[in-house]
């Protein structure tokens, strides 16, 4: 029987395989780490691990390279989502509507 998160999964997992080393983020790298030891050891979920497996060839690393990349950006201090809010404009004004008073 495969996780409930199987197919959410499976799309992030297809997704970081089509990317290249390069345009890789923090989330990118900690989600590919994550699935990689979350389906380890899971039969029903041979599809998923090709496609990390698939990706570490194409990006030239092996797990062991992914893990320890992994633990670095968490012990940075990196939080999962922090770079979607980063290039936001923040304070902007643009949510205020000019002269309603509110």
Known sequence: MSSPLYETDKEIADRLASKDLQDLTNDDITNASRLLLRYSGVPSSEALRNSIIMALHKWNKTSDDLHAKSRSIW????????????????GSGADVIAGSGQ
Not at 83 to 89: D, K, M, P, R, S
């Open 75 to 90: 012990q940075s201090g990196w939080r999962p989502g922090q770079e979607a809010w980063i290039n936001e404009e923040i």
